[in-house]
């Protein structure tokens, strides 16, 4: 059975702190990892990963890759309490010539406190 | 561009009655699919749709209807409601092998 699982699954931190998300997976077919941020609404995109070891940065927020022990990890430095949310990693499976779904991990809720 | 958007908000059911829960995108995505949330579940897929005339089921299907007629618009229809159906349903469009845009929800509660 496919299952995409994030840790920890809650995490307080304070302003300033700097937070490593996990998001380990187990499926057939993979194409891609996307992590997403969501605020009480709509998942947000943040980074989608093909490449195992190649790190993408949007400002104080990287994402990396491992595609050998099937995991990836979400940075975030400089912690704010604006980076409150809980973030969503997901696997998009693919199923040959067309958009695949994705399958989401239950997310990973950071409280970023003042 | 307006992106995804759902339709209504909020609903409330009662038990045994249907309705269907409108989805629409404006960016000519062939993907697009729906998605229950529910608390300490993350998000399941229920139906996805990779062009017109074409759908499939995903992880939570029963219960649930859709089509997909044209490009735009995959509506959602809840046949005999359930207060297991009782969550969040969000829509999303996909091109390519690119990210997937999320509409912004429909808070369904069924009593």
């Known amino acids: 059975e496919d299952k995409v699982v994030q840790s920890p699954l809650s995490l307080v931190v304070h302003e300033g702190d700097t937070v490593t998300l996990n998001c380990s997976y187990e499926?057939?077919?993979?194409?891609?990892l996307l992590w997403y941020k969501q605020e009480k609404k709509a998942p947000t995109f943040l980074f989608m990963l093909?490449?195992?070891?190649i790190e993408k940065k949007s400002g104080r927020l990287s994402s990396i890759l491992d595609k050998k022990e099937l995991f990836s990890i979400l940075n975030i430095t400089a912690t704010q309490t604006g980076d409150s949310a809980v973030y969503l990693c997901?696997?998009?499976?693919?199923?040959?010539?067309?958009?695949?779904?994705?399958?989401f991990g239950k997310g990973t809720k950071l409280s970023v406190k003042p | 561009n307006a992106g995804v958007t759902q339709t209504p908000k909020f609903q409330v059911l009662k038990t045994g009655q249907s309705m269907t829960l409108q989805c629409a995108q404006d960016?000519?995505?062939?993907?697009m699919s729906w998605y229950r949330q529910d608390p300490g579940m993350g998000l399941r897929l229920i139906h996805y749709?990779?062009?017109?005339?074409?759908?499939d089921q995903g992880e939570v299907p029963n219960g649930y209807n859709v089509s997909r007629s044209t490009t735009e618009d995959f509506p959602l229809r809840l046949l005999s409601a359930a207060p297991s159906q009782t969550s969040v349903y969000f829509c999303?469009?996909?091109?390519?092998?690119?990210?997937?845009?999320f509409g912004p929800g429909t808070r369904l509660t069924v009593l």
């Open positions: 999303a469009s996909g091109g390519g092998w690119g990210e997937q845009f």
């Open positions: 499926v057939t077919n993979f194409r891609s």
């Open positions: 093909t490449s195992s070891g």
């Open positions: 997901a696997v998009l499976m693919n199923y040959g010539g067309s958009q695949g779904n994705l399958i």
């Open positions: 960016m000519n995505h062939e993907y």
């Open positions: 749709s990779v062009g017109a005339g074409i759908t």
